[in-house]
């Protein structure tokens, strides 16, 4: 509080009083503790969907035994699991965490901004996405449980309660949703206008951090992508209560309309989750190579060529659902298409690291760790964009897979590297390198032994979404089980590592070291402020000189340059 | 540093980030157009939505539908567009004399607030024919996309009210005037796509 007072004061301007705990950490306006905010409400999601996810793991490996901390999985049970697990790691994890957390707490750091433009909706979109969250747990607790439709909820299974017999659940499902939307989409509108409108004098377009960029981007496009959505879930939401018909084709209504709704907004989702992870990983190996990002304003430009591109791609996910051969095949093209740009980031970030000094810290494991893993998910994308191919893998545990190889990079690995990053910054202290590391490699090992065998079990034709596989004779072969085993105990390994992040975090937060202004030699602005930053950010705010990525420029003494510096 | 301090002028809270440069777009009117964007995506979605359900239909209107109500319905887009062009000259006017803008706001606002009325009673009519959320696809789209629209036209109306106010105690800033403006083109402009749409 003292700097705050100084810092107000020097501007002449009345300062806050002591601020009490509320007004503070609950109801702030500060762009830094509505991030925070977003972060821990999205990793404590993350624990309800991990748990998740070990209970119907549990019940795929052993099928038909008591799972311990759960109990018997019953076969609605098993269908709420599953599909509240996907909507929660997507919409409950990767957004708020990278999109909400992130955005909130760098972008008016890293364009030397005090806040956000529009500080009060900032609380406002926190507080609706908390809400949001609220109504899908209170959603597993309502008669018939949490909804059992999968996590695209395609009608008539989401329309009707005789068929997802969960008529409660359902709707709280959509009403959650909507929600949660509407929070990201009051947030977004301040994360451009903040971009736009707030840089730090001298800041040029292509002096801003790769990461403001990327999310400025992920933002443009969820808003031109949510709309089509939110009108699917007012109409389902009427089929459901009220009695329409829109997606009932026994009363002139077509469910193949919602799979268009839904994917037109779920494929742009995907690339809206993964940019904010890129671009984190721009900035996290830029900083651990001491090299100048390569090609800047190329991968700029690829940015926005997958944000169009990502537009034309999404029917990819219907090759089976009836639509017209010739349209799969044009799909086919625009699919196949978009893996250029992100195979060239991912190149461009390959020669970014080329001939630089690496230093192997616990965020530069994270950051490569992204690229390597995120390249197979992109790999195996391939088969699945092609549609003679997709006809085969549809629906199989490839597909799932394949999305969790893109998703666990983006949502997980891409946390784990911004937090281990930024941690200095938010809270002041170090993280324990040690402990990171013992967590980095305790979570990416088990994460391939997880998803690996999947793959192969989904070539060999298991089908997603069932229930006990012992009732299919051709899917219970003694190797087919031996893999599933296999998966869940790496799942197991994997989340008993998730507790070493904890302590880590906690005792970090407690007795670690001192971090200082810039303890990772850095150039862009949040690193010029104080750790943790003050209300209001800086006492003066910075100008900047020059571009972000000024590392190891010859005739220089230290081998970075920062943002701020005349020269 | 915590710049709270309640500007007597506006009202509201001013940062110092966004004074340390002359933004192309003001604040106000890049989030309004923002927010505009996420609608129109709406709408598009379900106007397109309805196209594609119409054009799978064997037979279309719905048998046993009542017609919809065309020429009245055109005489009220008259009036939702005089309403939008008196918004505009309130604009032009407040540029140079703030005070003469205040009836040509006050008519655009009077003339919104009978183009909803007047769908309100459409309404009823039709509902009275037998013409329901439920009674056919044609019928749910229309109550789905007309109310849609009336939702955004009573918002926007809510917006206008509160700019006529700080007109009248003399607060309004011209970026404030803007963002409303651009809020209530969008309801303006998006009506005559629903009228042919939906209507047609």
């Known amino acids: 509080m003292a700097e705050t007072l100084t810092a107000a004061s020097s501007h002449g301007e009345h300062a806050h009083g ?13 762009h830094k503790v ?28 052993f099928p038909g035994v008591e799972v311990p901390g759960y109990g018997l999985v019953s076969p609605v049970d098993y269908n709420a699991l599953v599909t509240n697990h996907g909507t929660i790691m997507i919409f409950w994890v990767a957004m708020p965490v990278l999109v909400a957390a992130f955005g909130n707490y760098l972008i008016p750091l890293m364009v030397g901004a005090d806040d956000m433009v529009f500080p009060r909706l900032n609380r406002l979109s926190y507080q609706v996405f908390l809400l949001s969250a609220i109504v899908l747990i209170c959603s597993f607790f309502v008669e018939g449980g949490g909804f059992g439709g999968a996590w695209t909820a ?19 499902w959509l009403v959650a949703v909507g929600l949660e ?19 730090a004098p ?44 829109f997606f009932d084709p026994d009363r002139g209504g077509d469910p193949i309309l919602w799979q268009h709704l839904f994917w037109f907004f779920g494929h742009p989702e995907v690339y809206v989750v993964l940019l904010p992870a890129t671009g984190l990983v721009a900035d996290i190996i830029t900083v651990f190579s001491r090299k100048k990002l390569f090609a800047y304003r190329t991968v700029l430009y690829t940015v926005f060529a997958t944000g169009v591109l990502s537009f034309t791609v999404w029917a990819h996910h219907q090759f089976v659902a009836g639509i017209d051969p010739r349209m799969a095949h044009v799909f086919t093209v625009t699919t196949l298409l978009i893996s250029i740009p992100i195979a060239e980031m991912m190149f461009v970030y390959i020669a970014t690291l080329y001939g630089g000094s690496i230093t192997l810290t616990t965020p530069m494991l994270w950051a490569l760790a992204f690229i390597a893993e995120f390249l197979i998910g992109g790999v195996t994308g391939v088969f699945l964009g092609a549609s003679g191919a997709d006809i085969y893998f549809h629906d199989t545990y490839f597909v799932l897979a394949h999305f969790h190889y893109t998703f666990f990079p983006i949502a997980i690995i891409g946390f784990y590297a911004g937090i281990s990053f930024w941690f200095p910054k938010m809270f002041g202290k170090m993280m324990n390198e040690t402990l990171g590391k013992i967590h980095f490699w305790g979570t990416v090992i088990p994460f391939n032994l997880i998803f690996i065998p999947l793959f192969v079990l989904g070539a060999s034709g298991q089908h997603r979404r069932i229930y006990d596989f012992s009732h299919f004779p ?38 670690g070291r001192k971090a200082g202004k810039n303890p990772w030699k850095s150039n862009t602005l949040e690193w010029t402020a104080e750790s943790p930053p003050p209300h209001g950010n800086w006492s003066e705010l910075p100008t900047v000189y020059r571009g972000p990525y000024e590392y190891g420029v010859p005739g220089r003494d230290s081998d970075y340059w920062p943002q701020n510096e005349p020269n | 540093m915590p710049i709270s301090v309640t500007n007597q002028d506006y009202g509201r809270i001013h940062l110092v ?51 919809l109500p065309i020429e009245e319905t055109a005489i009220n887009t008259a009036a939702l567009m005089l309403s939008g062009l008196l918004l505009f000259v309130a604009h032009r006017r407040f540029r140079r004399d703030r005070a003469r803008a205040r009836t040509p706001l006050l008519l655009s606002m009077l003339l919104g607030a009978v183009f909803v009325v007047f769908q309100g009673v459409e309404w009823v009519a039709l509902i009275r024919e037998g013409f329901t959320l439920t009674s056919s696809s044609q019928g749910s789209f229309f109550y789905l996309i007309v109310g849609m629209h009336a939702l955004h036209a009573v918002a926007a109306l809510g917006v206008l009210a509160y700019v006529a106010l700080r007109l009248q105690r003399g607060w309004l800033a011209s970026s404030q005037l803007a963002a409303a403006e651009v809020f209530w083109y969008f309801v303006v402009g998006m009506w005559p796509i629903i009228y042919l749409v939906v209507y047609l």
């Open chain 1, 474 to 511: 051709n899917l219970s072969a003694p190797w087919q089980q031996d893999l599933r085993i296999l998966a869940t105990s790496a799942l197991l390994v994997m989340l008993a590592f998730q507790s070493v992040f904890l302590v880590n975090f906690v005792w970090s937060l407690w007795k």
């Open chain 1, 18 to 30: 002591e601020m009490s705990f509320w007004s503070k950490y609950v109801f702030s306006t500060d």
């Open chain 1, 154 to 172: 395609y009608p008539p299974l989401s329309a009707q309660s005789q068929y997802n017999l969960t008529p409660l659940g359902s709707s709280l």
């Open chain 1, 181 to 199: 939307f509407v929070a990201f989409l009051i947030g977004g509108i301040n994360f451009i206008t903040t971009a736009m409108n707030s840089r």
């Open chain 1, 202 to 245: 001298g800041m040029k377009a292509y002096d801003i951090p790769m990461i403001v960029w990327m999310i400025v981007v992920a933002s443009i496009m969820f808003m031109a992508s949510v709309g089509p959505l939110l009108a699917g879930a007012v109409m389902l939401f009427m089929d459901q209560n009220i009695g329409t018909a």
């Open chain 2, 17 to 67: 980030a966004d004074s340390r440069r002359q933004p192309l777009l003001a604040s106000s009117v890049m989030g309004m157009l923002l927010f505009v964007l996420i609608e129109a995506m709406l709408f598009a979605g379900m106007i397109s939505a309805y196209s594609i359900i119409r054009s799978g239909a064997m037979i279309w209107p719905p048998p046993d539908q009542p017609r």
């Open chain 1, 34 to 61: 509505v991030g925070l905010q977003y972060m821990f409400t999205g990793i404590f999601m993350g624990l309800i969907g991990g748990f998740m996810a070990y209970a119907f793991r549990m019940q795929l490996a």
